[in-house]
DNA sequence: GCAAAAGTGTTTCCCCTACACCCATGG
DNA sequence: CCATGGGTGTAGGGGAAACACTTTTGC
């Protein structure tokens, strides 16, 4: 131990103090009420009971932090295969898990589009809840999740106005309201309609499907698919996406 | 071992696969001849005698990722505080170190100005060396450091355009001539001297000196100080460099 | 006096912004 | 027929881009 440093007690093996890695990740999913995140209630000590975000160890000599991140979302949230995955950072405090290990994790970020996942089937999946981002943002989250879960927030909002990864939340065939509601949500205030969709169908990477939203009490609206493809090519060329 | 997964041997303690954290450092310096890295070259098995990124081992339980870095940049390089740390990613492919264990990478990037650190002394400090990054893209560097570099120049790349960290790399006391030349590197290509200058300019945090240049075999220049006390006071109004 | 780089102002054009009204549908 | 949100065009202003010449210094 180090002379006045701030230690915890360490766990050896044989001569070597032992380090555990575990991969957590923040799930966004985008529904009409607004985007929400996905949060599991521990079912184990530390922290049982309280809300956390979804994670695990990764299996040594196994698996890729990605793969890890992958089963894990697979595991606890009955996710199969999100649409955007992508390291948010690592967080390595020292006492950052009460537990006698040094505890570091690889957070990750994770895109669903919710009409992919109705079932929240998966071996933990009784205790995995969408929660709307104010709620979950009051709450207290187990670890440093907290800390994690902001900058996800912090990274998502940043990314969203440069990056069409936001066309990952959102369904294949979405009305540009949507599009519009999750940008603002991104930057915090409205912004006007006309400009907003002008600069959109401008980067003529949203195609009319030429169908129309139903079960609406009112004039229903086109329904875009973005273009993806299209997108990859753009953007081998230098281009970059920017609403 | 799991059904048809790629695995390497894996090493226990106890029951318990294990896992190994290094962090390692993209460090980038500054000078009259353009951006350099500082690699070193390996001194031990694995990799002995290959170009690499300076880093090594986390002390487990007793520091945090970026103090680990910190240690790691003093006692390789000698370079006792960068001007900024960031951490890049992290890189846990189970094969990316030869080793029998499986080791898990965290990478930073550190910036500093070179004109801080003469002297390259340190406990390594015989094998460290300033590359100039074209040729450094042109090495083969040991591990999985030939991604993690690329990964490190795109981000600080990116960056530059629109966080003053660049400063960060030149001199206290600089010409705009070198704020452009750094800004042409990020951006790959030229730009319009007078554009440039009035847009930084008129950020308003530049500081004229009232010095000039020496030992310029022609009309010298004057010299300016990037204010970041008042950078930091325009950022929590909410306003974001961008050149 | 000439080579080499520092330093400076103005015009043009495009894009972003601001703004108001008609349209389609369900009830 | 009215409430609700969908959908559209245009004019004006500000900032980015383009552009050329004078100044200073060393040799």
């Known amino acids: 131990m180090g002379p006045g440093q701030k230690t915890k007690t360490k766990t050896y093996c044989y001569d070597f103090p032992m380090v555990s890695v575990t991969v957590d990740c923040v799930i966004f999913g985008w529904d009409n009420d607004g985007l929400h995140v996905l949060l599991i209630e521990r079912g184990e000590e530390p922290f049982e009971g309280q809300w956390a975000l ?83 943002r009051r709450k207290r989250l187990a670890f440093d999740h ?30 540009l309201r949507d599009v519009q509601q999750l940008y603002e949500v991104a930057i915090g205030h409205e912004v006007d309609k006309r400009n907003f969709r002008k600069k959109l169908l401008e980067t003529g990477l949203l195609e009319d499907t030429q169908e129309i939203e139903t079960d609406v009490k009112h004039r229903a609206a086109k329904l875009y698919q973005f273009n993806w493809t299209a997108y990859q090519k753009r953007r081998a060329e230098g281009w970059t996406f920017d609403i």
Chains 1, 2 share one sequence.
């Open 54 to 136: 979804p994670g695990g160890f990764i299996r040594a000599g196994e698996e890729d932090l990605e793969k890890a991140a992958r089963r894990e979302l697979s595991e606890e949230t009955g996710i199969g295969s999100p649409r955007h995955l992508e390291q948010l950072g690592t967080y390595g405090h020292p006492d950052r898990d009460p537990r006698e290990e040094h505890v570091i994790t690889v957070a990750y970020i994770a895109l669903i589009k919710r009409d992919e996942h109705r079932p929240q089937g998966g071996t933990d999946a009784r205790s995995a809840h969408w929660i709307p981002m104010e709620e979950a």
């Open 146 to 175: 907290d800390q994690i879960f902001s900058d996800a927030v912090e990274r998502l909002y940043n990314k969203l106005r440069y990056d069409p990864l936001g066309f990952n939340l959102l369904p294949n065939k979405f009305p």
